[in-house]
């Protein structure tokens, strides 16, 4: 448990020494398949800002741990629940359809819910990536802007497995001119650039990143599934 808290301030160190103090980084860190004690842990320590990529995960953990914490859902989002999702996520990292887009809208009218959303990209089209096409982008730009009950922040990518350090250069790099190219043509705000992981971050915060998401990092190696 000690390990946790002395690498979650390694973690925040190595972030703080490659950030420039223009782009304001926020850790995120990733505590899926790992216990609630480990989040407590971490929340012990400071931290506030969680990540979770199953829903039915945030469901278990949520109502056992501190009420502020500020919860991120960045995995796949089926449709059956964003009900829940809406409930228990203050940021949605992975819309990656329409559908998925109009059902958090509605359920965040019912219960009166406004999540702030990330349009996850498939920046590299790798056929197993989920995500959404860099030619889908502006419309699903522009019906989320439609949708009353939820903030478009930005935008989420995750970058194939085994890319050389050349190639998520360039996929976190074309994320960010992307999203600085839609900010003008809508003249419009967003902020928020979700890339990078355990073994990238250094690079996704050179390239503009706003969130890394940190998991293995901070809490060890999760057990294979
Ligand atoms: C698990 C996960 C992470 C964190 O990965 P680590 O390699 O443990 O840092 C980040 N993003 C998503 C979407 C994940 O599912």
New binding site residues.
């Given amino acids: 448990m000690n390990k946790i808290k002395k690498q979650l301030e390694e973690v925040k160190l190595r972030i703080s020494q490659i950030a420039n103090s223009a782009n304001k980084v926020k850790l995120?860190a990733?505590s899926?398949r790992f216990p609630p004690e480990y989040i407590q842990t971490a929340y012990d320590a400071g931290h506030r800002r969680f990540?979770e990529?199953k829903v039915q995960e945030l469901i278990t953990k949520q109502p056992i741990l501190p009420k502020d914490i500020e919860w991120h859902l960045?995995?796949h989002l089926q449709s059956n629940k964003v009900v829940k999702a809406v409930q228990l996520a203050h940021y949605i990292?992975?819309v990656d359809s329409m559908k998925i887009l109009n059902k958090i809208d509605n359920s965040a009218e019912k219960y009166n819910k406004k999540p702030k959303i990330l349009l996850q990209v498939n920046i590299s089209e790798e056929e197993s990536k989920t995500g959404i096409t860099v030619k889908e982008i502006d419309e699903f730009v522009r019906i989320s802007l439609e949708c009353k009950n939820l903030e478009l922040v930005g935008f989420?990518t995750?970058a194939p497995f085994n890319a050389s350090e050349c190639e998520l250069r360039n996929i976190f790099a074309s994320l960010c001119e992307l999203r600085n190219n839609i900010e003008k043509k809508y003249n419009m705000s967003l902020p928020e650039l979700s890339m990078g992981?355990?073994?990238d971050?250094h690079i996704a915060i050179d390239e503009g990143s706003t969130f890394v998401?940190?998991?293995?990092?901070?809490?060890g190696k999760?057990e294979p599934l």
């Fill in positions: 995120i990733v899926k990540g990529n960045i995995g990292h992975s989420m995750m992981m355990s073994s971050y998401r940190v998991g293995t990092s901070i809490f999760r």
